[in-house]
């Protein structure tokens, strides 16, 4: 089984930082493109940036405040928050798309999801 755990949500003031840590687990398991979105209730999930290859694509909308890092020896997915502002209160998941060995053969797991980790940004 593999799985995708995002960590680091949580409540923040306006103009404070965050960093959410999405880790891939699960045996046997080969990494590919990793990213976050993020959802507002009533909204579409919305795309921050992908990162594939050593290259990360942010969506225009977030650069400037937000960044992603990935660390593909841990199999970890970051992205860095800062000046958040109320407006970037949400859910953030993370998505990855991801293989795995079992008994010889390779199993697709494209297109996961984490559970989500939620962000408040909240005087």
């Known amino acids: 089984q593999v799985q995708l755990v995002e960590s680091g949500g949580g409540l923040v003031q306006p103009g404070g930082s965050l960093r959410l840590s999405c880790v891939a687990s699960?045996?046997?398991?080969?990494?590919?493109?990793m990213g976050w979105y993020r959802q507002v209730p009533g909204k579409q999930r919305e795309l921050i940036g992908n990162?594939?290859?050593?290259?990360?694509i942010l969506t225009d909308s977030m650069k400037g405040r937000f960044s992603i890092s990935r660390d593909s020896a841990r199999n970890t997915l970051y992205l860095q928050m800062n000046d958040l502002r109320p407006e970037d209160t949400a859910v953030y998941y993370c998505?990855?798309?991801?293989?795995?060995?079992?008994?010889?053969?390779?199993?697709?797991?494209?297109?996961?999801w984490g559970q989500g980790t939620q962000v408040t940004v909240s005087a």
């Open positions: 998505n990855a798309d991801m293989s795995y060995y079992r008994g010889g053969a390779v199993f697709s797991a494209y297109d996961s």
């Open positions: 699960g045996s046997q398991i080969i990494v590919g493109r």
């Open positions: 990162n594939n290859n050593g290259r990360t």
